[in-house]
RNA sequence: GGCCCCGUAGCUCAACUGGAUAGAGUAUCACACUACGAAUGUGACGGUUGCAGGUUCGAAUCUUGCCGGGGUCACCA
C-alpha cells in the first residue's frame, strides 16, 4: 500500500497543480485503504484541496479521479462518495505485486547490511534475588520482540541486559541462607537455583519482621525499629564487606548467583529469549562516578554542604536529583549514566530502547536530560519503551501478599492446559510422545505469548490466568491452527501435483484476501517505528480471519479450473509463509500439523 | 498536593495517528458439518468513546476544566 502511495503522490500534486493551480507539498496529500463496503482499493481525501480547487468536495474529487485516470496506467477507474475519492487500481498491479512477494525469499523481511543503522535494545535486567515474575514475562516477550521487528526493518540489532547482581536484597539473600539454610544447594534440594535464593529473600523478610516486632514490644519507635533490627544492620555490613572484596562474602556472593544464572537460563529458554551481551551490576556500578565528577568540574552539576552531588533539572521543568551520596558512594541514576556511556562506546548504536516498566518514566526521563546536560548529542536517540503494569483478576501483584504469579509456574500451567484442552477435543491422533510434548509446548505458549504481546505495550493490562488460554478468537493457538491447515493443505496439493501459479484472473474474495497479505511489509516497518508488536499481533489475526473467510467461500480443490486451484494454492502458501514469519517475530512457534 | 500515563460494547482488546455508519473476540440467542481440518464460518443483540466546553469541512484521537483508576515525586534499585 506504502507502494501505491508513493506512486501517486506527485501525480496527485500535479494534477492538483495543473487543475487548480495550486503548489501543495506531499504532507498534504492523505490516503486510506478504501473500506469494504464502497468500490475501490486506495482513497484519496480531497477536503484539503477544496480551499484551492474553490468548488465543492464531490467536483473537486471527480476532477482529481478523471486526471488520475486518464494519466496514470494502473489507475483503472474512480467513484466519489462525499470528499472521498475512491481509486481502483488495476488487476495487473494486484498481480504483479503479488507474482515479486511469492519470489522474494522472505517476504516483507529485510535484511541489514553494515551500513544500517545499529539499535541496542535493552530488556528483562532482573535482580538476583528471587525468581522472575509475570511484569518479567511482559519485559521480555516484548523487549524481544521489538528487537526481532527492528531486525525485520532492516536496521542491526544486539539485545542486552543488565543484571542486578548486587546491592542489599542480594546480601539479605545471602545472609538468611547463612543462618538458616543449613548448606542447602540447587543440587541436594532439587530446587531450581533462582527459586532456591528467592526462598531465602522471603525467610529474610519474615525474620526481619520478627525482630522489628520485638522491638517494638520494648516501646522502640517503628521509625527506628526497621533501622535497627539486627539483621538489618547485619545484611548491610554484609554489602560494606563485599564492597571491601571480603573473600568470604564474594565467595558465598558467586555461588548464589551461579545458581540464579542457571535458573534464569532455563526461564529464558523456555521463554525463547536470547541476548547478545550481558552486563553486570557488579561490573558497572562504579563507571559513573567519573562522569559525575567531570560534570560537576564543569558545573553542570552542583556539591551540597554535606558532600552530596546533585543536579538541578528545574529549567527542564524537572527536580532536583542526587547524583552521588555525600560519602561519594554511587545510586541507581549513577549506574545508569555509565552503563549508557558504556554501551556507546561498545556499540556506537544510533539507537537505543529501553524495556523498562512505566513506573521508571520519570527515572528515563531525567536520565536522558542529564546525558544530554554531559554533551553526548545520541543522547536524543535513546528510547524509554515503558510498558503498563500486568493486572491480576485479584487485583495488583503484591510480592508480600503472595499474589505474585511465578514465570516458571505460569509456563507450565499454560502448557498442561493446552495438553488437557487438546486432548479433550481429541485432536492430535498418530503423534509420538515427543511430538505431542513439543505441541503442547507451542501452543501454550504460543496462548501466552500472543495474550500479552497483543495488547498495546503502553497500556496496562489484565491477565486472567484461566482465561487466557482461549483457543477460540483473537488468541495465539487460532492463529497456529490456521497455520497447520494451511500446511495440510499444501501437502494435499503436492500429492495432486498442483503447482502454485501467479497467473489468474482475481476474483473479489481473492482479491480482499491479497490485499491484506500485500500490507506485511509496512506493518513490519510500522511496527518497528513505534515499537509494538502489538501492531503485528493484530495484523496477524487480521489476514487469518480474512483467510479463514475466503477459506470457507472458495473451494480450493473443487469444481474450480486448474488455474485458480493454482492460482489459490500459491495464494494459500504464502498466506501461510506470512503467518510462520509474523509468528516468529514475536517469539512464537507455529506447528506444521497440530 | 505537583508531574506523568490510562478511561472505547457486560468482559478482554482494535481503530492505519484528524476522516466515511467506532470495529473484532468473548458472553447470550439463532443458523451451517455426506465438506480442503468445525480449535471454523454466517447472522442477531450489544455504544452519548468517563463528563462538560473549545478548535474545523470532520474529533475516540488535538485543547481546557472537572470525575474516576494507576504510577511517581528516596542518600532504594
Redesign the pocket.
Known amino acids: 500500500?506504502k507502494d501505491l502511495e508513493v506512486r501517486l503522490v506527485q501525480p496527485i500534486l500535479t494534477a492538483v497543480k495543473e487543475l487548480f493551480n495550486a503548489d501543495l507539498n506531499q504532507d498534504q496529500v492523505?490516503?486510506?485503504?478504501?473500506?469494504k463496503?464502497?468500490e475501490?482499493d486506495l482513497?484519496l481525501?480531497v477536503?484539503?484541496f477544496?480551499?484551492f480547487s474553490k468548488k465543492g468536495?464531490e467536483q473537486t474529487a471527480e476532477n482529481i479521479g478523471k486526471h488520475l485516470v486518464d494519466n496514470i496506467g494502473f489507475v483503472e477507474k474512480f467513484n466519489v462518495?462525499?470528499?472521498?475519492l475512491?481509486l481502483v487500481i488495476s488487476e495487473s498491479y494486484w498481480l504483479d505485486t503479488y507474482a515479486k512477494a511469492l519470489a522474494a525469499d522472505n517476504f516483507g523481511i529485510l535484511e541489514a547490511t553494515e551500513k544500517d543503522p545499529q539499535i541496542v535494545v535493552e530488556y528483562s535486567s532482573p535482580?538476583t534475588n528471587k525468581p522472575l515474575h509475570l511484569g518479567h514475562v511482559r519485559n521480555n516477550l516484548l523487549g524481544y520482540s521489538v528487537a526481532e521487528i527492528i531486525k525485520a526493518s532492516g536496521k542491526r540489532v544486539k539485545k542486552v541486559q543488565i543484571i542486578?547482581d548486587?546491592?542489599?536484597?542480594i546480601c539479605k539473600s545471602m545472609l538468611a541462607w547463612k543462618l538458616y539454610g543449613d548448606g542447602e544447594t540447587p543440587d541436594s534440594t532439587g530446587i531450581k537455583g533462582d527459586h532456591l535464593v528467592g526462598k531465602y529473600y522471603v525467610r529474610f523478610d519474615k525474620e526481619y519482621k520478627k525482630e522489628i516486632a520485638q522491638l517494638l514490644a520494648t516501646g522502640m519507635p517503628e521509625e527506628e525499629a526497621k533501622k535497627e533490627a539486627p539483621l538489618l544492620v547485619e545484611a548491610q555490613n554484609m554489602l560494606r564487606a563485599w564492597e571491601a572484596k571480603n573473600t568470604e562474602v564474594v565467595a558465598l556472593w558467586q555461588m548464589m548467583n551461579s545458581w540464579v544464572y542457571k535458573g534464569f537460563e532455563a526461564t529464558y529458554q523456555q521463554m525463547g529469549v536470547d541476548f547478545d551481551k550481558h552486563y553486570y551490576?557488579s561490573e558497572t556500578?562504579l563507571l559513573g562516578k567519573k562522569y559525575i565528577e567531570s560534570g560537576l568540574e564543569k558545573e553542570l552539576f552542583y556539591k551540597?554542604d554535606?558532600?552530596?552531588v546533585w543536579v538541578d533539572l528545574t529549567e527542564e521543568?524537572?527536580?532536583h536529583k542526587?547524583l552521588l551520596?555525600?560519602?561519594g558512594?554511587?545510586?541507581?541514576?549513577t549506574?545508569d549514566i555509565g552503563t549508557a556511556i558504556q554501551r556507546h562506546l561498545d556499540f556506537g548504536f544510533n539507537e537505543m530502547v529501553y524495556t523498562v516498566?512505566?513506573?521508571?518514566?520519570?527515572?528515563f526521563n531525567v536520565l536522558f536530560k542529564i546525558l544530554n546536560r554531559l554533551g553526548y548529542t545520541w543522547a536524543k536517540d535513546c528510547y524509554h519503551l515503558?510498558y503498563?503494569?500486568v493486572?491480576l483478576p485479584s487485583g495488583?501483584m503484591k510480592s508480600r501478599e503472595g499474589t505474585v504469579v511465578d514465570a516458571d509456574d505460569l509456563m507450565q500451567e499454560m502448557i498442561s492446559t493446552?495438553k488437557s484442552?487438546?486432548e479433550e477435543?481429541g485432536?492430535?491422533e498418530g503423534f509420538n510422545e515427543q511430538e505431542l510434548n513439543s505441541?503442547y509446548e507451542m501452543?501454550g505458549m504460543g496462548a501466552l505469548k500472543y495474550?500479552i504481546l497483543?495488547?498495546?505495550p503502553?497500556?496496562?493490562?489484565?491477565?486472567?490466568p484461566s482465561?487466557s488460554i482461549?483457543?477460540?478468537?483473537?488468541?495465539g493457538?487460532?492463529i497456529q491452527?490456521?497455520h497447520?491447515?494451511i500446511?495440510?493443505?499444501q501437502r494435499?496439493a503436492s500429492d495432486l501435483k498442483i503447482t502454485s501459479s501467479p497467473e489468474s484472473k482475481l476474483h473479489l474474495k481473492e482479491k480482499e484476501l491479497l490485499k491484506v497479505l500485500l500490507?506485511y511489509p509496512?506493518v513490519i516497518q510500522?511496527s518497528a517505528?513505534?515499537y509494538?508488536p502489538?501492531?503485528v499481533a493484530?495484523y496477524s489475526?487480521d489476514l487469518?480471519?480474512e483467510y479463514?473467510?475466503f477459506?470457507?467461500?472458495?473451494?480450493?480443490?473443487?469444481t474450480a479450473s486448474e488455474q485458480d486451484k493454482a492460482f489459490r494454492i500459491g495464494l494459500s502458501g504464502l498466506v501461510g509463509n506470512v503467518i510462520a514469519s509474523a509468528m516468529n517475530l514475536l517469539g512464537i512457534t507455529v506447528p506444521?500439523?497440530?
Not at 548486587?166 to 536484597?169: L, P, S, V
Not at 503502553?458 to 486472567?464: A, E, P, T
Not at 477459506?551 to 473443487?558: A, D
Request: glycine share 8%; net charge positive.
Open positions: 500500500m492523505s490516503f486510506q485503504t478504501t473500506r463496503e464502497f475501490g482513497t481525501v477536503f484539503p477544496v480551499r468536495p462518495v462525499k470528499g472521498f475512491n535482580n542486578n548486587r546491592g542489599i536484597h551490576e556500578y551540597k554535606d558532600g552530596s521543568k524537572l527536580d542526587l551520596r555525600g560519602d558512594t554511587s545510586v541507581y541514576m549506574q516498566g512505566n513506573e521508571q518514566d520519570y527515572h515503558s503498563g503494569m493486572d495488583k493446552a484442552i487438546s477435543l485432536k492430535l505441541i501452543i495474550f497483543k495488547v498495546d503502553k497500556k496496562r493490562m489484565l491477565f486472567d482465561e482461549d483457543f477460540n478468537g483473537n488468541t493457538p487460532f491452527y490456521t497447520a491447515r500446511c495440510s493443505l494435499r500490507r509496512d510500522e517505528k513505534e509494538s502489538a501492531i493484530n489475526y487469518v480471519k479463514n473467510q477459506y470457507q467461500q472458495v473451494p480450493i480443490f473443487g506444521e500439523r497440530m
